[in-house]
């Protein structure tokens, strides 16, 4: 039993790290873009986005926030966001996120609050993009880690 946590503690911290290196890489691209005089955020609201349109497509069908959650709560993305279920109902969905690796990666780069907080936005133009492929749903963020809460908060919703 105790490998089984050990292996799964370690999983959880090479997925992490993972994470984080694409952080830098993603703060490290903005500020090279903002050198070359182009706008790295209209630059990477579009990637984003686009990226965040196929991870949806990954996901299949979802009509519902139930279905939804079950496509992005992937035994891995939950163990790197330490994803918690709070109320998944036939027209809302509420999920939780206690960790966030891009959040740690900024600050071990010494970003600000407001860059923290502004990348974050940016980030989750892919989290919109996932929702953008399911057109009965919509997300909204009800509070973010970036914003000294401490978890993020995912609301998605029918439209009606």
């Not at 990226?51 to 992005?72: L, N, V, W, Y």
């Not at 509420?94 to 609050?113: D, P």
Request: charged residues 25%; negative net charge.
């Amino acid at each position: 039993m105790c490998n089984i946590h050990s292996d799964q503690e370690e999983l959880t911290e090479a997925i992490r790290l993972a994470i984080q290196d694409r952080a830098t890489w993603f703060y490290l691209l903005l500020e090279e873009i903002k050198a070359s005089g182009a706008n790295p955020d209209e630059i990477a609201e579009k990637a984003i986005f686009k990226f965040g349109q196929m991870k949806g497509q990954k996901i299949g069908t979802a009509t519902t926030p139930r279905e939804f959650f079950d496509g992005i709560a992937t035994p891995n993305a939950s163990l790197a966001f330490a994803m918690e279920e709070i109320d998944v109902q036939a027209e809302k969905g509420i999920y939780r996120f206690h960790h966030c690796a891009l959040c740690e990666a900024w600050k071990k780069l010494g970003c600000s609050q407001e860059q923290i907080t502004h990348l974050c936005n940016l980030a989750s133009c892919g989290d919109y993009g996932v929702v953008s492929c399911f057109p009965d749903l919509e997300l909204a963020f009800n509070g973010t880690i970036a914003e000294n809460k401490p978890y993020c908060e995912l609301q998605v919703t029918l439209k009606k």
